[in-house]
């Protein structure tokens, strides 16, 4: 079996991630989320695989190379063009750019197992060829039961009760869904399935090319499987993910770094004031930061290398990535911090320029309601532990 990664999108709902990251390389747990998959391929032994890249291709192929550190071959795909001696992306669709690559080399000559770049799973690869083969599948999507009021984000599969797709509703709106399983971007594919992509236009894999599928009544089958799948499709999805990854609820992904007590794991060389520091774990606090006196962390909460935390900060389940600095007395309640910009839980996005100074003066005051907050919570979980 062969591996096609799809990870030529912008990413648009993951921005400010996304402005100088392709979307496979938001980082997990200190590492790309595209590494995760390239090791979940190798470990069902699968070490052929290709990669469709457009946007900010170069971060993708710089840190992947030709995939020899991770025991695999990794091919790449351009999709876009050249323009007054610069590079211009242009991607042209997940099923266009299949048929780029077919054409080009005929990479896909055996079946492929077809993965989109942003997303962690721990599916049994192995246990869905064989039921994809079982069934004689020329196409075999694997899906999910999601929330009725979340359908409108995914493509819809409507199938038999034999498992085979008779409707494919790419993102439809919740009162017109036929089905509340949902594809996961997870798709096993015959040869065959490559032959029925028309050439030299863009074509995407959910809106044209599965909907083409049942149409012609082909052999096409949903397969409804247990196992762990976290998308990261919006900001408000990375930050959730992260928090069950540090809760320890993702299997196979370990927290890096020394766990120097209960909860807390350290990168190397860090300086933090513990004598007059309060962190409640799980947290993360990478290589080179510095936390000063005063400073409560509240996990889980994820701490970037180079990071500064200044005096009497608080930080609570929230996200830093690398080289943050929190000036004193700050507070940061459910937020990603990317560089110049904050996101909160709900996903509402800031630069630092539209944070006023009344707003940081009024951080001592916050702070203040907070660690109340957090001690009367503190207390509330002793005496439950003391009762028990």
Sequence with gaps: ???????????????????????????????????????????????????????????????????????????????????????????????????????????????TIVLCGDALIDLDLKAALLEHRRKGALASVITKEVPWDKVSSYGVVVSDADGRITRFQEKPERDQALSNYISTGIYIFEPEVIDLIPSGVPFDIGSQLFPLLAERGM???????????????????????????????????????????PGLWVGLNTSIDFNSTTIV??????????????????????????SHICEGAEIVRSVLFEYTRVLDNVVLNEMIVFKDYSIDRAGEMKHASEYSSHEWLNARDRRRSSRKALANESNSKIEKAKAA
């Design 1 to 111: 079996m062969k591996a096609m990664i799809l990870a030529a999108g912008k990413g648009t709902r993951v921005r400010p991630l996304t402005y100088d990251l392709p979307k496979p390389m938001i980082p997990l747990l200190g590492k790309p989320v595209m590494a995760y998959l390239v090791e979940h391929l190798r470990r069902h032994g699968v070490t052929e695989i290709m990669v469709n890249v457009s946007y900010l291709h170069e971060k993708i192929e710089e840190y992947f190379g030709e995939g020899e550190q991770f025991g695999v071959q990794i091919g790449y795909s351009f999709e876009g063009y050249m323009k007054d001696g610069e590079v211009v992306p242009e991607p042209i669709g997940s099923a266009g750019g299949m048929k780029k690559i077919q054409e080009f080399g005929g990479f896909f000559d055996d079946t």
């Design 281 to 306: 774990g799980p947290v993360y606090i990478g290589s080179g930061v510095k936390i000063e006196s005063g400073v409560t962390i509240v996990g889980p909460t994820w701490i970037g290398h180079g």
């Design 219 to 261: 052999p096409f089958y949903a397969q409804r499987r247990p196992f762990n799948w976290l998308d990261i499709g919006s900001v408000t999805d990375y930050w959730e993910v992260l928090q069950n990854v540090l809760t320890g609820e993702v299997y196979n992904m370990n927290v890096p770094g020394i766990q120097i007590e």
